[in-house]
């Protein structure tokens, strides 16, 4: 996993990483995959965010993956909350991993779930195929353009000049175009499935984030049982809906911590979390630091 990426919990025993939200990471990495270093550090593990494996070069000595040897322009999307066996990728060695956090993708930090709901170049990422990885097939005359896309996400990312973080989301929307043309029969089935209940989903945490709200709530509201609205949205999404209420909450503090002066304790009410003292925990899980510390870091 890159460093962007941090185990949070553990799902059966296998380590579920989600991509880091801090206001001094950018929200797309890149890692290229050698011999030594293979994706997940050789073990099973879930990943809750999207994941994009491109094989520029295919060497005529690698090994084959379930889908039988690699052949140049292989892209892969990786489905998030899928468990991911290390037979499956290691044959990524001369591969490249973009990694990104989907909330960036909708311009809105505040509304993360939207991406989910809404954008549709996430939505090939929502598939159900066993493994996690759907294969798709680059042709060879937008290879030159997935290989020159993916190194100026790289140059951005290393460089850090004034507007990065925006160029390299631009970048990787053009790559996910690609992906949606690529996967036009995928994102078909997908909006003849259950897409309609997840913005339904997303529309009821929208309406009610800032009281209180469970599970139950959610589900009551829908008509269905918790147990199958929670297995439906972590199938879809690689989080459960609780995981989402508290998303939401999370990315209204983020944005109340950056742009007001409000005490820590006023904005946890805001947010349905009227206990401070939680609030400051929940956060603290989320973010690897306390609320204080992230509106230090955001404002200055």
Do not use: C
């Not at 973080?165 to 259950?194: I, M």
């Not at 349905?272 to 603290?284: I, Q, S």
């Amino acid at each position: 996993m890159p460093d962007m990426a941090n185990p949070v919990r553990f799902r059966a025993g296998v380590p579920v990483y989600r991509y880091r939200t801090d206001p001094a990471r950018p929200p797309v990495s890149v890692l290229r995959f050698d011999w030594d270093r293979q994706p997940g550090h050789g073990r099973r593990h879930i990943h809750d965010f999207p994941v994009l494996m491109y094989v520029e070069h295919a060497g005529p000595g690698e090994p084959s993956g379930p889908f039988g040897p690699l052949a140049d322009g292989d892209a892969f999307v990786v489905a998030p909350g899928a468990v991911i066996d290390p037979t499956s990728v290691a044959a990524f060695g001369g591969g490249t991993g973009v990694f990104f956090d989907p909330a960036a993708l909708g311009g809105d930090e505040q509304a993360p779930w939207s991406s989910w709901r809404a954008h549709p170049l996430l939505l090939p990422f929502l598939h159900r195929i066993p493994g996690g990885l759907l294969r798709l097939s680059v042709p060879p005359e937008r290879q030159p353009f997935w290989s020159a896309t993916i190194t100026a996400i790289e140059t951005e990312l290393t460089g850090r000049a004034d507007g990065y973080r925006q160029a390299v989301l631009a970048h990787l929307t053009l790559l996910l175009v690609d992906v949606a043309r690529l996967a036009t029969d995928v994102v078909g089935d997908l909006r003849r499935s259950n897409e309609p209940l997840l913005a339904e989903v997303f529309e009821a945490i929208e309406q009610r984030f800032a009281q209180p709200l469970s599970l139950r709530d959610v589900a009551d509201g829908l008509g269905l049982t918790p147990g199958h609205l929670t297995t439906v949205v972590r199938q879809r999404t690689g989080r459960t809906v609780v995981d989402w209420i508290t998303e939401r909450r999370m990315a209204e503090a983020r944005r109340l911590l950056s742009g007001t002066d409000l005490p820590v304790a006023q904005i946890a009410r805001r947010v349905g979390l009227p206990d401070a003292g939680y609030f400051a925990r929940v956060f603290r899980a989320g973010h690897g630091t306390t609320p204080r510390a992230w509106r230090r870091a955001a404002q200055g």
